[in-house]
């Protein structure tokens, strides 16, 4: 069995301020993972993943995340927060078979203040 | 490139009555999954579709159907809909190949809301 643990259902940062999104796993293979927003009544677009190569992963608008597997842990930075990063953040762990399904986390809701 | 399409976006039903979602899949994807989003929660996997199969299924009731077109379009039916099926409803599409099921691309989703 598969599964993701996201803390904090809600984060709030400054515009400039460092983004940090906290995603913890637990697997019993050797897990992919996923990071995924999804702004209001919108679906989830994919920002990064992490298929068993590097263990840090660069993804779109500017955010990146980091496989350690001594921690578990595959959290969200972005160096500075913009305004239009406010969003719902959902972190996901697949298997790597052929009917992988995403399992995903309860989802971080990241506002940007100015 | 096309990417993930769901009809409809909003849907209204009653109790006991029936629906059937649509999706249509990014161009060169032959697998289809389907998700439900509570409000407030994270999406639950509901099943995957290959090559018009079911090929994996989540902790649903069989209620909940579904059917893949050799276009590789695919279909949600949920019979005797409960109020508990008021939901964001999100279709992806992958490729899946020799090196295993590539990454899921959702569409829009359908909110459907149970009275």
């Known amino acids: 069995a598969q599964s993701v643990t996201q803390l904090g259902s809600h984060v709030s940062v400054s515009e400039g301020a460092l983004v940090l999104l906290r995603c913890n796993y637990s697997s019993s293979v050797p897990p992919y993972l996923f990071w995924y927003v999804q702004y209001p009544n919108q679906g989830l677009q994919l920002l990064l993943k992490y298929t068993s190569a590097a263990t840090l992963v660069k993804g779109i608008n500017g955010f990146e995340a980091e496989f350690k597997k001594s921690e578990t842990s595959f959290h969200l930075t972005k160096p500075s927060a913009h305004m239009s990063d406010a969003a719902e953040y959902f972190c996901?762990?697949?298997?790597?078979?052929?009917?992988?399904?995403?399992?995903f986390g309860t989802g971080t809701r990241l506002q940007v203040t100015l | 490139e096309t990417g993930v399409t769901q009809s409809p976006t909003h849907l209204i039903k009653t109790r006991g009555q029936q629906v059937t979602l649509r999706c249509s899949s990014q161009s060169g994807h032959n697998t289809v999954s389907w998700y439900q989003q509570a409000l407030g929660q994270g999406p639950q996997f509901i099943f995957q579709?290959?090559?018009?199969?079911?090929?994996g299924r989540g902790n649903f009731p069989p209620r909940f159907s579904g059917l893949q077109f050799p276009n590789y379009s695919s279909e949600l039916n949920v019979n005797a809909l409960e109020l508990d099926d008021s939901a964001l409803y999100l279709c992806?599409?992958?490729?899946?190949?020799?090196?295993?099921?590539?990454?899921?691309?959702f569409g829009p989703g359908t909110r459907l809301l149970v009275l």
């Open positions: 996901a762990v697949s298997g790597s078979g052929t009917a992988s399904k995403l399992t």
């Open positions: 992806a599409s992958s490729l899946l190949g020799l090196a295993g099921l590539e990454t899921q691309y």
């Open positions: 579709y290959y090559r018009e199969e079911e090929n």
